[in-house]
């Protein structure tokens, strides 16, 4: 199997992050996959923000943690204390790809995203894809997070990818073949 479908295929969604800071290298190096991706007439609609604060990180996480416990389903907040208690996994680095929200930016943004999550993976270090990111930046605080992270004027929230050196790992999830349909 060539280099990019072994890190396709053994590439997971890392929950737990031994919270070491990465390498200015490794950062830039995730940074310049994500301006490669393909986009939609090359518009690129998109605004990279990689954050290696971890003071920034763990905030952002509080403040979500304390949103979801106000929502009136329990069942997330119950899910994430199971699992330690934290959205970002103590994540040294996480990646904000932002949209300008024009025509195809989403699917350009989540190609973007992806193409984070293996270029870390590739790094041989560990990431997760993170919508719940945007629940500190909705809350309370959310002015103050979209400052300190400096969204540009008309960018708002795509996906966001956290990432470090895996603490503990998993296998990768089993394909469902039942998902794919063959047309010849």
Same mark, same amino acid.
């Given at each position: ?16 992050? +031994? $919270? ?8 830039? @190096? ?9 986009? *939609? !007439? ?20 509080a403040a979500a ?43 350009? +943004? $989540? ?8 270029? @870390? ?9 993170? *919508? !719940?990111a945007k629940i ?49």
């Amino acid at each position: 199997m060539n280099e990019t479908l072994k890190a396709i295929m053994e590439r997971y969604s890392c929950r737990d992050f +031994c $919270g070491d800071r990465l390498a200015d290298e490794q950062v830039q @190096a995730i940074v310049e996959a994500a301006l490669a991706a393909p986009s *939609a !007439m090359n518009k690129m609609p998109w605004h990279i923000v990689a954050v290696t604060n971890k003071g920034l990180i763990d905030e952002m996480d509080a403040a979500a943690i304390e949103a979801i416990g106000q929502w009136e389903d329990k069942g997330l907040y119950n899910r994430i204390t199971e699992r330690g208690g934290k959205i970002f996994y103590n994540a040294p680095c996480m990646v904000f790809i932002l949209s300008d929200d024009s025509n195809f930016a989403a699917v350009d +943004c $989540g190609i973007a995203t992806q193409n984070v999550a293996l270029a @870390a993976h590739g790094l041989g270090l560990g990431s997760v894809i993170c *919508a !719940m990111a945007k629940i500190p930046l909705d809350g309370p605080r959310g002015s103050e997070f979209k400052k300190l992270l400096k969204f540009p004027e008309g960018y708002n929230f795509g996906m966001a990818v956290c990432i470090g050196r895996v603490n503990s790992g998993k296998p990768p999830h089993i394909l469902d073949h039942n998902k794919a349909t063959y047309i010849n």
